[in-house]
């Protein structure tokens, strides 16, 4: 039987083939080549980079030519807030904290509480823009400084976005958007609109400054419709194309491809209770030996372990992630040992996480895009 | 052959019957009773309501019986900017003065220069915008009080609405708007998004003041499918029904049933030299006899003439209309005389316009919603 499996931006299913998903795109794979100019630009990579999590691209170059000659660009990044974080969304943010911190761009971020009401039965749009505002703090916890960072939250701040919507939305058919979406004339014409407005945040940046400004977009690959999108109507309207750079999705704890919000214990919550890390932590989904004999004898497989995966993605140093991967090998390092070790990771990242989000209650203001555009 | 004809919010074809109309889109017809209502409460009724001009409505009662209780509620007409008006688009405008002198109460008006800029091919959104303003003298120049005339242009005070909007878009799936409005999937997606801000405005008053505040709707009856739509999903989501009240059409001078902008001697503009007015008016169809000699033997025919409707719609005077009538029909007034007569009150009417519409440049931001509700 094929390898069958789905990837819009509302569903993941099956088992992704990330290599088939990048070319059926039609999306351009990170070479070692992109990954040396990055090195040379930025000083170093941000692990994410090197261990292949960011995998994916379009025209990554164009935005590395213009950090090598010093013309501007920015970052964009998104989210729908419809609930608490898991912290698989921090991810893409890391790495646009990164490329702040390394060139110092501007980073701006659109929070789509529009767009969670009108997909999401059971939300009240008062509940979708008081979760933008939840999620601003996980965002702002990161650590941006205010002037770096732009936070846009669509019912708020729409009149920023509205008259690019209204341009893009005149190229965009009911067609096209029912073609690249999924959408049917069961859709309503709320949902149906609101790729306007995510297509609208790339082309933002330069109507803010009135000159070319292009953006690099770090997201999940599921995100590539909009962008091929707006980069098929982008020269039409006097806009760069935007980039992008794409990132595989964080797999559930319990083996599933995608985190998934239907099953708690998949996924570990910014507001999980220690006990409750611990506990999914614990009942993850391994790539050990059935017993501890079996392990010591064999060794592990670090390849297809979900745990493994997780140090990938929250242990920076290089150092004790190559020890992890070599003591499961050759079964120096037990599930238990190697899962309590993780809780220990996390444990930090999230206490850590947590003290900043505190205090980005004061702060979140100061990175609201109204605050410092007029 | 059957009386064929088509009226959608977009097109006017055929001799629009206009008591099938009001059966085919389900409103009811002005009664006597409701003449009566008026007169009681205004002590007066408009001339275009007593001459039957403005003849059906939906729920007009509800508004007479809160005004009558002194209960609030707020009138709300609109217009797409895409060029300078014709006298006719100011008819339904001078009903709404008649409203806010009378009662005193607030109008709502909808510069919709997002909807013209999708629906028209050739526009930008520079353009209709600037037809925004330029629109927005002639309403002004009809003499309203600054606290009472809310002037909203769409793309510019698109924060008083989307949040509206956006609900409005949930209730209304895409076969919905097709089916209402004859969109395909060749439309482009903001045209289809569109509706939901003619909505919306029908329900701002209630969000601006917190308390429920119905809309009375003065406007031609083709705008009927929004408000049917308005109307279908106002409860659902906590408003109230708007109430409309609903005109024919101006007929064009050259005896079709609208006014025509593709036929520039159908149509007088505002911004028309005077001795193309003339020319115009003496250009019109009229109910007249072939020649003088027949006129005075047999009489006109003020019933089936496009002069005599323009009497009854630019003048305000019952005896004199009367006069004119009764004069036509026992072949006293030749044509000639009576579009005489017409010019001299147009031109009259025209002059006292553009003098306070030259004044209305001064005082435009006094209009605007946004100055008032921040």
């Not at 004790?320 to 930090?348: H, N, P, S, T, W």
């Not at 004061?362 to 007029?374: A, E, H, I, M, P």
Request: aromatic share 12%; proline share 4%; hydrophobic share 35%.
């Amino acid at each position: 039987m094929a390898n069958e499996f789905v990837v819009t931006p509302w569903e993941v299913k099956g088992r992704v083939d990330y290599l088939r998903l990048a070319r059926e795109f039609g999306v351009q794979l990170i070479t070692d080549e992109d990954v040396k100019s990055l090195q040379e630009l930025a000083g170093d990579v941000h692990y994410l980079i090197r261990r292949g999590f960011f995998y994916a691209h379009r025209d990554l170059r164009t935005i590395l030519d213009r950090q090598r000659t010093g013309l501007k660009w920015a970052l964009y990044s998104g989210r729908g807030p419809s609930a608490d974080l898991h912290i698989g969304h921090l991810v893409p943010w890391m790495l646009g904290r990164w490329f702040v911190n390394r060139f110092g761009v501007e980073y701006f971020f659109e929070m789509t509480d529009d767009e969670k009401f009108l997909v999401k039965e059971g939300y009240t749009l008062e509940q979708t823009n008081r979760y933008a505002y939840e999620n601003a703090l996980d965002l702002i916890a990161l650590g941006f400084p205010p002037d770096k960072l732009h936070i846009i939250i669509d019912t708020e701040d729409i009149k920023y976005l509205y008259k690019i919507a209204v341009r893009v939305g005149k190229k965009l058919t009911l067609s096209t958007v029912k073609h690249t979406f999924g959408f049917t004339d069961s859709t309503n014409v709320g949902a149906a609109f609101f790729p306007t407005l995510e297509i609208s945040v790339a082309f933002l940046p330069t109507e803010l400054y009135g000159e070319t400004v292009p953006v690099l977009i770090p997201t999940a690959i599921d995100q590539d419709p909009y962008f091929r999108l707006a980069r098929d109507i982008a020269e039409d309207l006097g806009y760069p194309k935007p980039s992008t750079i794409y990132g595989k999705f964080i797999p559930g704890l319990t083996g599933e491809d995608k985190m998934s919000a239907s099953n708690p214990d998949s996924a570990i919550y910014i507001t999980d209770e220690e006990r409750d890390v611990k506990r999914k932590i614990m009942n993850a989904l391994t790539g050990g030996q059935p017993t501890a004999e079996f392990q010591r004898k064999y060794g592990g497989d670090p390849d297809n372990c979900v745990v493994y995966k997780y140090h990938l993605l929250f242990q920076e140093s290089d150092e004790k992630v190559k020890r992890i991967y070599e003591d499961c090998k050759v079964g120096k390092l037990l599930c238990g040992e190697c899962k309590a070790m993780l809780f220990e990771r996390i444990r930090e990242f999230m206490k850590e996480h947590n003290e900043r989000r505190e205090r980005a209650k004061d702060v979140v203001q100061q990175y609201r895009l109204s605050t410092k555009f007029k």
